[in-house]
């Protein structure tokens, strides 16, 4: 049964696209007998042409006599001058016969190339070198080699030349074995023929001179890594720098960047990078780290080993597009790559979650550790209310999911692959604990310079626990789309839990419980009489039973590290809501967002929301009344609600304004709902309005205009601020 996911997959592999390993590779996959071992590349550009010549040699080794020598080249960029195989000229067959002791070339669909041997010989194995002559055009997107405007004002003053190669976009700058799997070393040469201009790649040029063509930029040789992560880039020496203690320079390259004078960024970078080396025990492999910023709406940065490549608005301390904590936030991230991703690289883009989603936690780990926050705290609140509501009102994929098809494979980088994986390591670290740092340092040491697939990344988890339960949860949570909705009864002197699956359904045109999905689910809970405990729900369980031990209340999702909701009976909610007081600070924020979730989802009447919200403002010192939790517990009912009936809207306005007022936090509600945070954008307003009428909101309304107490209302210090909320500086 522990394997039941991974073998569905296999199957679904192999008599769809036949693809693993005891499959054969479809077309557009290379078959993996030849692999290359080292490139030198070269490319002159011409800027104002948007054009480039380019030269590599790719060493590969046959492991096999072989038929044929197939890589990546895209035609549409790029196109052949000349071509050499172990030093002799091979020419374009084109379907003509060769001589036996002769090779040819000839193109193949999906932007492959072949080499093929006369005579219908096959290729001997053993090592071999490709020699490539050739010419290329710029990209006209941010995808491939580009050029990008420098702008100031509106008005664009100078030019930087760039690249961006993941997933699949190597191949339209040079001829190579562009998949992930396939690691080398590189050795870049780039001629800039504008001398105020500098070159920059992966690694520092170890040397610099002039020729006739301008100046020429010879790199040092990468460690074995991905195509994608090959970059280069063309722009004016204008940079600020830092330096660690182990002599690391650290520069920010962007257009006026030396008159920043401004390091605190690059200094936190240095910090990030220290963080890791020690986390993973394996430290920093390459001699320097250059940031480079320019125009970008693709994406806020690509990791790129050593150059990593950002959107100008996350480096530049003029532009207030991102606070401190939003650029901070994503240098620990794209830098975590550097270990999850660069040194350890997922085999191909099913896996891209090796990537994102270790990259996701252990960036909030390294904010917290570095700026001593709460940055793992936030999750719940910043990533799974999202991820909730793209399962209720999407089609969603799992987190992983198989895509072959290159020109698809843009699809799975998602906030499914970035945030669901991320929660499912959460859970983990629940069953774990502090065993959790040493799967990420095993899985570090066993697969640097390697590649692997989530199969290898749950071996390792195995290796450091004899817990049965963790391969099928990790199974259960990455092979599935939805998520469970775990609903709670009484039954004399037990709880009794049982898991339904929730999620989009596409005939319908919106969410239910139509699915069949089953979870292994680590529960971690709380009661009014016991320390917290972690006890499986196997997904083969049709409930699951807690004995009360005398216990008044049932708080399960402790401290909110589990991906699944939770619908107490209503007994239950009336107890928890009356001994509030006895629970966290940070578990009691969370229910009222659960409850509102719940509402969203069909599942919880508003009264439950409502009566939750006023329990948070009845304190003395307001400590339990948090407005990052409650404000979007209440705009999520709020939301639905003003969309069928304006006077219970109006009420529900005058009802937060009350609570508010209760609180003494009339200035900062004012602020609060002056910001537009993409947090707030993304819980309010748009998410709202896909919720269908319902018999429970229709419950709602009623209750809020006829039946809720009039106290809720009746405050009239509250109207001030409901006229400040309904003013127009605050309608959307």
């Known amino acids: 049964m522990t394997r039941v996911f991974a073998i569905l997959v296999l199957i679904v592999c192999c008599v769809v696209v036949k693809s693993s390993p005891i499959c054969s590779h479809p077309k557009y996959r290379l078959s993996g007998n030849v692999k290359p071992t080292f490139y030198s590349i070269k490319i002159h550009p011409d800027l104002k042409a948007e054009v480039f010549t380019g030269e590599v040699f790719i060493h590969i080794k046959a492991e096999q006599s072989v038929e044929f020598i197939e890589f990546h080249l895209n035609r549409d960029y790029l196109t052949i001058e000349s071509i050499f195989f172990d030093s002799k000229k091979i020419f374009n067959n084109c379907h003509c016969s060769l001589p036996s002791d002769g090779y040819g070339y000839e193109f193949a669909e999906s932007e492959l190339i072949k080499i093929v041997r006369g005579g219908k010989k096959l290729i001997a194995p053993g090592a071999h070198i490709i020699y490539i002559k050739y010419e290329g055009k710029f990209s006209k997107t941010t995808e491939g080699l580009f050029k990008v405007g420098c702008s100031k004002n509106g008005t664009t003053l100078n030019y930087l030349l760039v ?101 605190r960024l690059l200094e936190f970078s240095s910090r990030v990078i220290r963080f890791y080396s020690d986390y993973t025990k394996f430290p920093y492999m390459l001699p320097k780290l250059d940031f480079i910023g320019f125009d970008r709406f693709d994406s806020s940065a690509t990791e790129n080993w050593g150059l990593v490549t950002f959107n100008t608005s996350l480096l530049s301390p003029e532009n207030d597009v991102y606070d401190d904590y939003q650029k901070k ?74 895509q072959e098809i290159p020109s698809e494979v843009r699809k799975n980088f998602n906030d499914i692959t970035y945030n669901k994986g991320a929660a499912v390591l959460r859970m983990l670290e629940v069953v774990l604990k502090e065993k959790m740092h040493e799967v990420f340092v095993q899985f570090v040491a066993n697969f640097a310079f390697k590649t692997v697939t989530t199969s290898d990344f749950i071996d390792t988890v195995m290796r450091v626990t004899s817990d049965a339960g963790v391969r099928e949860f990790m199974e259960s949570y990455l092979y599935q ?6 609903f709670v009864d009484e039954d004399g002197d037990n709880w009794v839990l049982r898991q339904e699956s929730y999620g989009f359904n596409p005939s319908l045109n919106r969410a239910d419980f139509s699915a069949r999905h089953r979870w292994t689910i680590p529960i971690w809970y709380i009661t009014d009489c016991c320390n917290s405990t972690v006890t499986w729900f196997y997904k083969d369980q049709e409930t699951l039973t807690i004995p009360k031990n005398n216990a008044t209340w049932l708080k399960l999702n402790y401290q909110q590290m589990g991906f699944y909701r939770v619908r107490y009976c209503d007994s239950l909610w009336t107890a928890l809501i009356e001994h509030d007081k006895e629970l966290e600070l940070y578990e009691s924020n969370h229910l009222v967002l659960e409850a509102s979730g719940l509402f969203e989802m069909d599942l919880l009447s508003c009264q439950t929301v409502l009566e939750y919200l006023w329990q948070l403002s009845n304190v003395t010192d307001h400590a339990h009344f948090k407005l990052e939790y409650t404000f979007p517990a209440y705009v999520k009912v709020s939301d639905i609600i003003k969309k069928y009936d304006k006077d219970a809207a109006h009420l529900l306005t005058r009802f937060f304004g009350n609570i508010l007022e209760r609180t003494n936090r009339h200035r900062l509600a004012k602020r609060f709902l002056a910001s537009d945070t993409s947090q707030r954008e993304g819980l309010v307003t748009s998410k709202g309005s896909s919720v269908p009428r319902s018999e429970q909101i229709e419950k709602c309304i009623q209750w809020i205009k006829n039946e809720s107490p009039n106290y809720y209302f009746n405050n009239a210090d509250a109207e001030e601020i409901t006229m400040e909320l309904e003013s127009p500086r605050y309608q959307r």
Request: charged share 20%.
């Open 481 to 486: 789309n939805q998520f469970p909705v775990i």
């Open 163 to 263: 690249t961006d190669f993941q997933p699949t976009y190597a191949r339209r700058v040079f001829p190579c074995f562009d998949e992930p799997a396939f690691k080398a070393r590189f050795q870049v040469n780039l001629v800039v023929p504008n001398p105020t201009h500098v070159a920059l790649s992966n690694m520092k040029p170890m040397k610099i001179f002039e020729t006739s063509a301008g100046t020429v930029y010879k790199f040092e040789t990468t460690p074995p890594m991905s195509p994608y992560l090959v970059s280069f880039a063309i722009t004016e020496p204008s940079y600020s720098e830092y330096e660690d203690d182990k002599y690391t320079p650290y520069r920010l390259y962007a257009f006026n960047a030396s008159n920043y004078n401004d390091t």
């Open 329 to 402: 936030a994503v240098i620990a991230h794209e830098l975590a790559h550097f270990w999850f991703g660069n040194l350890v690289t997922n085999d191909w883009w099913d896996d891209i979650w090796l990537h994102e989603s270790i990259a996701t936690y252990m960036g909030l780990k390294a904010e917290e550790v570095i700026l001593d926050n709460q940055a793992t705290k936030y999750f719940p609140t910043i990533y799974m209310e999202n991820l909730y509501w793209l399962e209720r009102t999407k089609l969603t994929t799992p987190v992983v999911n198989f």
